[in-house]
């Protein structure tokens, strides 16, 4: 007697079939978000940046911080301070957050810069 095997696949093969696109699609759904939270953490540090880049200018022009402005600025950082450090003619300024990167882990950035000369 001979087979009675159609054309089409056996249900054995497209149940692997099937599998094979399950490991697929939840491999890059992974990456996908592996991916998205590095391109978060990238944003917050570019965001401290800013913060850090405003509170220099001001401590080397020897300006008051406006607080409404540092306040929008950090409005974007989870948990955001900034730690200010004095010492002689320097400031050190450092941002601590809680980063997306890092599974919300904390992060910081800093920066230490000449005070201005007072006039």
């Given at each position: 007697m001979r087979g009675l095997r159609r054309g089409g696949s056996t249900l054995v093969e497209l149940m692997i079939a099937l599998a094979m696109l399950?490991?697929?699609?939840?491999l890059s759904s992974n990456g996908g978000r592996s991916a998205e939270l590095q391109g978060l953490g990238e944003l917050q540090r570019e965001r401290a940046w800013l913060v850090?880049?405003?509170?220099?200018?001001?401590?080397?022009?020897?300006?008051?911080?406006?607080?409404?402005?540092?306040?929008?600025?950090?409005?974007?950082?989870?948990?955001?301070?900034?730690e200010v450090v004095r010492a002689d003619a320097t400031v050190t300024l450092t941002v601590h957050?809680?980063?997306?990167g890092t599974a919300g882990g904390l992060e910081r950035a800093s920066i230490t810069v000449f005070q201005g000369a007072q006039r």
């Open positions: 399950g490991i697929l699609f939840a850090l880049d405003y509170r220099a200018d001001c401590a080397a022009r020897g300006v008051p911080v406006d607080d409404a402005v540092q306040n929008r600025l950090l409005d974007t950082l989870p948990g955001a301070s900034v957050w809680r980063g997306a």
